[in-house]
């Protein structure tokens, strides 16, 4: 009996000396093995090169009708081209038709879903930013002109959609509130997209369309300068640079959306059909494919401008729908067939449409490098100007030579080429002209059109987090 | 008991009376003038921006005005030299150029009211005029430059590119000097000069070669400047012209080199010259 009291001391010794060993650090918090971990992440280069992918990813977006997934640049044209003279709703139903009759509310969950994906964007560019370190040194300048490239393109868009925006250079969590809630006025973003743009300039090359390149950080950077109205000079330089490396027009303008990454692609972002990777905004542009019963229809304005100016343009750009006569579609990014027009799909689902969007293609280009020399006038004969503008024509079929040109005829000329490309309401901001203009469509539309929704509200559920400090733009409440 | 009851009417009649009374002093507070009203916690806030039309001609005089007030419901905008709107947004255009005084009152339904004024220079954009730049010590004549310095080539020197040129005394185009290429063709000049963008420019010199040895003296308009590298500095060429006319040792030939400035607001003139002695003299420059 003594005995085993006096063994199961001993054992109390030794379950007692286990139990110390064993209550090191290491036992209690294991580094998990089976999941992908923040810190322990990024080890090597190949990992660098996932968190890249990531960034395009992010402006992507998600495939999907659920409200809440980030939907990146599908969900672009409400914000861009439905609040422009050039498309609307079909029907006018749902949040939706806010952008066309001017009466977007705070709470409108596109104007939230664009704002979330975008700052999502830029986390994305912020995590590569902030693990170059393990970047080898002959790669590090193209990974960081990448990121830089990707986090300037976010801002860029961001920064002329909403105005004064937070400016997030870093990754931070959900504690940092004054990073978050703090508007930045737009000079000192753009002192941000325009350092990123030279860094990225620096450090690419030409090797990619659907990533980020020199040519499309050059370009970039010479609309940002075009848009703030200087260094005009530098904005001719940039684009010129871009026209001596390589790209030229697609002879055929179908083809430009139908010919997937041809010549005259500089940035894309890239879709592939029937897959996760799949885009939905085609679906959405037709009649009641999409969840919606069909968005970004054609106004009759920019129809009447298409037929005056369009060229060989017209045919490719808008089309009568079938099922609604009275009704006109887009036809860049058609995800099906159209044997009239000669277009073929190979897509089976069509709200999983493969139709790459193209963000920056050569026309757009020579017509900035017209604007660059017009350098804020009123008119210009340099032949350098004529020559880009004339060859822009020239494919439209539009082959009288040109021998001035007018703001007015360039703002016309990027109206026909880039029409449903979310370039317009863009273009007139920066030519000045969108208060005219979109007064006077708002008022034939019966909208409500007010110099202060040239801004897109901030979105209210930011306010909300912010806990009211972040202001709402003018004209909201 | 028929008394009693009339007692406790008349106390009733009392009592609903002096409630009434009391009650009254209430209702004062909801008044809508007096010591103690409510101020508008949210008044009106009165703002606008501007901006000049931009195109062909008269567009210029009208402007836009984008109404950036707060809290207000109804708008009146006031011009100087006549002209009110009511819009929330107004277009005005004005009768020429001058100073004008615009205003917008912005009120609340409560009719609180804010005022925000401006005056407005309203001028006629200039086309601008293409820069003409000087040319410095063009005809390479001694204490020429400003407060009467210089040795008639310091302007043209970049000893990166090459040796500094000599001075001749004869034959001269003009004044008492001219540049001087000796035959090595070792020595350049270079000078920098500020011009306008996308410009058309006549530059125009004079030269005359040496007829012993074949032979060749040209002038290279160059984009930008901060040229260190001749190799360089000769592929970012915009126009050059190589004279070769040696016809006489002693009479210069003029020449005119008509280019664009492209996307430049700097270029350099560059001149070399190879196989024979080179005399220049005289460079002057003009917009078209």
């Known amino acids: 009996m003594k005995n085993i009291i006096k063994h199961i001391k001993k054992l109390n010794l030794f379950v007692i000396a286990i139990a110390l060993f064993s209550c090191s650090e290491d036992f209690l918090s294991p580094a998990p093995t089976s999941v992908l971990n923040a810190a322990t992440f990024f080890e090597t280069e190949a990992d660098l090169e996932a968190a890249l992918i990531n960034m395009y990813d992010g402006i992507q977006g998600v495939n999907s009708t659920q409200s809440n997934d980030n939907h990146g640049i599908q969900v672009e044209f409400y914000l861009t081209e439905m609040r422009s003279d050039n498309t609307r709703t079909k029907s006018s139903e749902g949040e939706a038709a806010q952008f066309e009759s001017y009466s977007v509310q705070p709470t409108n969950g596109i104007v939230d879903d664009y704002y979330r994906s975008f700052y999502n964007v830029i986390f994305r560019a912020n995590t590569v930013l902030a693990h170059l370190d393990v970047a080898t040194p002959e790669n590090l300048s193209k990974i960081e002109g990448e990121a830089k490239f990707v986090r300037a393109y976010a801002y860029f868009n961001l920064v002329r959609l909403y105005g004064d925006i937070p400016l997030v250079t870093s990754v931070i969590s959900t504690g940092d509130t004054d990073v978050q809630f703090t508007r930045v006025s737009t000079s000192n973003i753009y002192d941000l997209i325009e350092t990123d743009l030279s860094t990225a300039i620096g450090g690419l090359d030409n090797s990619s369309k659907l990533r980020a390149s020199k040519a499309a950080a050059q370009s970039l950077l010479a609309k940002v300068y075009l848009t703030q109205g200087t260094n005009y000079t530098e904005a001719q330089q940039l684009c010129e640079a871009v026209m001596n490396s ?22 894309a972002i890239g879709y592939q059909e029937d897959s996760a990777d799949s885009q939905n905004f085609s679906a959405e542009w037709l009649n ?34 079938t099922d609604q006569p009275t009704q006109f579609q887009v036809v860049k990014y058609l995800p099906e067939e159209d044997t009239a027009l000669g277009i073929t799909s190979t897509v089976t689902d069509r709200t999983k449409a493969g139709n790459d969007w193209i963000v920056i293609r050569y026309a757009d280009v020579l017509l900035l490098h017209a604007e660059a020399i017009l350098a804020g006038g009123n008119t210009t004969t340099a032949q350098a100007a004529l020559d880009s503008f004339q060859l822009v024509r020239d494919r439209a079929g539009l082959t009288t030579p040109v021998t001035e040109i007018t703001r007015q005829g360039l703002l016309d000329e990027r109206r026909a080429e880039l029409a449903f490309e979310n370039h317009r309401l863009f273009d007139l901001i920066r030519f000045g002209e969108a208060q005219n203009v979109l007064s006077a469509f708002s008022t034939a539309t019966g909208g409500s059109f007010n110099a202060t929704d040239l801004l897109l509200p901030i979105p209210q559920r930011e306010i909300n987090l912010s806990l009211g400090q972040l202001s709402q733009n003018q004209g909201y409440n | 008991m028929k008394i009693q009851f009339k007692n406790i009417i008349w106390l009733l009649a009392f009592v609903l009376i002096a409630f009434t009374v009391q009650s009254c002093e209430d209702f004062e507070q909801f008044e809508p003038a007096g010591a103690n009203s409510k101020a508008d916690q949210t008044p009106p806030m009165a703002s606008f921006s501007y901006s000049q039309g931009q195109g062909d001609g008269e567009v210029w005089k009208d402007y836009t005005f984008a109404n950036l007030s707060t809290s207000a419901t109804t708008y009146m905008w006031e011009f100087e030299g006549g002209g009110t709107s009511s819009d929330v947004d107004a277009e005005f255009t004005f009768p020429g150029e001058g100073m004008y005084a615009v205003s917008l009152t912005a009120f609340d339904a409560l009719g609180v009211v804010s005022v925000f004024s401006d005056v407005i220079n309203v001028v006629e954009p200039e086309e601008p005029e293409a820069i003409v730049p000087e040319i410095l010590e063009a005809s390479f004549e001694d204490n020429s430059l400003a407060g009467g310095s210089g040795d008639g080539r310091d302007s043209w020197r970049n000893s990166a590119l090459g040796g500094v040129i000599q001075i001749t005394s004869s034959p001269v185009q003009n004044g008492s000097q001219a540049a001087k290429f000796p035959s090595a063709g070792d020595r350049i000049a270079y000078q920098e000069l500020s011009v306008s963008p996308n410009s058309d420019y006549v530059l125009t010199y004079y030269y005359t070669l040496k007829t012993n040895n074949p032979g060749s003296v040209t002038v290279s308009v160059l984009a930008d400047g901060g040229h260190a590298d001749l190799a360089t500095a000769l592929a970012a060429k915009i126009e050059d012209f190589e004279g070769t006319d040696q016809t006489s040792s002693s ?11 492209g996307a430049n607001s700097v270029i350099s003139i560059l001149i070399t010259n190879q196989g024979e002695e080179a005399r220049v003299d005289n460079f002057s420059i003009a917009a078209q």
Do not use: C, H, W
């Open chain 1, 246 to 267: 390589g790209f030229m027009l697609e002879p055929n303008f179908k083809n430009v959306f139908y010919n997937e990454l041809n010549n005259e692609i500089i940035f």
């Open chain 2, 251 to 261: 009479n210069y030939v003029q020449e005119n080199i008509s280019f664009n400035t």
């Open chain 1, 288 to 321: 009641a494919v999409g969840r919606s019963s069909g968005v970004n229809y054609t106004t009759a304005d920019v129809r009447i401008a298409l037929d005056a100016l369009g060229g060989d343009r017209t045919l490719y750009s808008y089309r009568v729908d």
